[in-house]
């Protein structure tokens, strides 16, 4: 064995026996019928669990769920924190402070986040709905129609931030000249915009919104600490499908298969992304 | 009024004054070069006539309308930068485009505005292509055909060839002026190179600190220097300096040798007095002369520089001709005398020409 390799072999050993071990043992237990309260009777059952998965409505709603959540939360984000960039970026004065304070919600755990959210929001005792209720507007945030809603709604809150900061490092990191040349070409703010911000910005907001959305398909504390996935199913994501199917119900084999759709789902979804950002990057190497 | 019209400038950022009161006036079709040191306020300059900063005091005119308070892009200008300033996610022809497109010119004009830009350019294959594929010279030309495409009053350079090697310099150097002459353009050009400055220059504007230390034809500023400054900083190689004193019969002695009619000095004046160093020529018996140990020499061509020190530690350098320079090399002491009427007095004080 030569040095290099064998320089390499602790790192190895160590990232297989807490990657690649689980990864692979989890796969194993996806081709069976394991469930935690008959461990003696596990049995072989191919690819019985993925077809059952694949069709089963509680799995496609909460896939169906999640999407929603996730176009629908990162949307948000992308347009509110591009567009709080941009006004920040020409804030002279209280910047540095801004900055700081648009850390603060990404320090929140985002259980901590759910379980205020669920008490700032809900229709009795919520000082939210409160407000709302002395000028009229009565809502019902964890109705059948809004909760879904207004999960996304508090991941727009918490992640935000995270946007705005990306965001803001990628507008100062872009050449000034560039924009001077606009300026002299007569070009108005909102072409100025589409036609040279947002193009030099691309690779950021592709990173930007690759980051978010690997996040936000990994959905679970707030559904856990506010509607454990109701009313109904309507708030059912795809990582409180899997905690149910494993840990509530013991069927680790359903379960298991469910997290190797998902991380097929996302596969397809990074990889369509990244070839995204290369086109978008190709030919500006020198600049 | 003047065709550009420059009154009272000044420039502060925060307490720093940039510019003490400027004063330019540049006649329609003239290119006018503002050269300078670094830090003389030149670019600057530029950009408040460019109107990229918004001026601290005084007037801008642009073809007899006050534009001091207007948008860049209502002044009708266009501006080559020292970096290009390309968009870097457009095409050449995008770039080129671009200006026409945000005056809402219809597109079949702008194709074929930016085509025969491109054909007087020498850049039509290179339209499709983006910034990053071009090589330095080739995005100067993209950034020049930007700004010729739009049929400006006026084309402000900033420094436009800095960033090109000494061989490409010269070649878009001569091109920037043929296109100026056949345009018919009026342009204000930046640079801190005085080569530049020289050959292409109807009018130089050279700056020091904030303010105009002297504008003229490059004739004026290199035969006439109007102080100490300007005589230093123009010519290549730079002026020879030697301190001296005025005295009672209108002479002026200094550690070289005394130079005379000079009635204007008082005596005891303290002066400078300089002499280009292509002034220097080799002297005949009985002439006043500055003679000199010859140090080393560098050979350019036909022409070649003499290091000299003097006697009294004094260093100077002289220019001369290929054949007195063969000579010279291997000689151990040279003398030279300065050519009629070349001999350049300044008041050692205020640094003004006598």
Known sequence: MQLKHRLVLPLALVLSAVMLYPVAFSFWISLHDYRLTRLDDVRWVGFENYKFIATDPGFLNAMGNTITFVIGAVTLELILGLGLAILLQRLVRFQNFIRSTLLAPMFITPIAVGLMFRFLLNSELGVISHYLGEIGITVDWFGPQLALFSIILIDVWQWTPFMVLMFLAGLESLPKSPFEAARIDGASAWLTFRCVTLPMLRPVITVAIIIRALDAFKVFEYVFAITRGGPGDATETIMYYIYQAGFRFFRMGEAAAAAFMLIAVILVLVIALVKATKSSTAGRNNV | ?354
Not at chain 2, 135 to 151: D, H, K, L, N, P
Not at chain 2, 331 to 348: K, M, Y
């Open chain 2, 1 to 354: 009024m003047s065709y550009v019209s420059l009154q009272s400038i000044t420039k502060k950022f925060g307490d720093v004054e940039i510019l003490k009161g400027v004063d330019l006036e540049i006649e329609h079709h003239q290119f006018t070069v503002l050269l300078g040191p670094s830090g003389c306020g030149k670019s600057t300059t530029l950009r408040l006539v460019a109107g990229l900063e918004p001026v601290s005091g005084g007037k801008i005119f642009i073809d007899e309308r006050d534009v001091t308070d207007l948008e860049p892009r209502e002044r009708d200008i266009a501006m080559v930068f020292q970096n290009y300033a390309l968009y870097p996610t457009m095409t050449v022809e995008q770039n080129m485009s671009f200006g026409l497109k945000a005056q809402n010119m219809p597109a079949s004009d702008i194709r074929t505005a930016v085509h025969n830009a491109a054909e007087l350019l020498g850049i039509t294959p290179l339209l499709a292509r983006k910034p990053g594929e071009l090589s330095g010279g080739q995005q100067q030309r993209v950034a020049i055909g930007r700004a010729i495409v739009r049929q400006p009053k006026l084309f402000l350079f900033d420094e436009p060839l800095s960033n090109l090697d000494a061989k490409l310099r010269v070649e878009t150097r001569s091109e920037i002026l043929s296109l100026h002459q056949r345009l018919g353009a009026t342009t204000i050009y930046v640079t801190h190179d005085q080569e530049e400055a020289m050959t292409m220059a109807d009018k130089i504007v050279i700056m020091n600190q904030g303010q105009i230390e002297q504008q003229g034809t490059p004739e004026d500023v290199f035969f006439r220097p109007v102080s100490r400054m300007v005589a230093g900083f123009i010519g290549s190689p730079v002026m020879n300096f030697f301190n001296g004193v005025g005295t009672a019969n209108g002479a002026i002695e200094t550690q070289v040798g005394t130079f005379e009619g000079f009635p204007q000095i008082r005596a005891g004046q303290k002066v400078e007095v300089g002499v280009r160093p292509d002034d220097l020529i080799p002297a005949e018996k009985g002439e006043t002369t500055i003679t000199g140990k010859v140090l080393l020499s560098e050979l350019l061509g036909v022409r070649a520089i003499i290091h000299l020190k003097t006697q009294h530690g004094l260093a100077f350098k002289a220019v001369v001709d290929h054949e007195i320079y063969r000579d010279m090399k291997s000689a151990d002491e040279a003398s030279f005398t300065v050519r009629d009427g070349r001999l350049h007095v300044f008041d050692s004080e205020s640094g003004k020409r006598i």
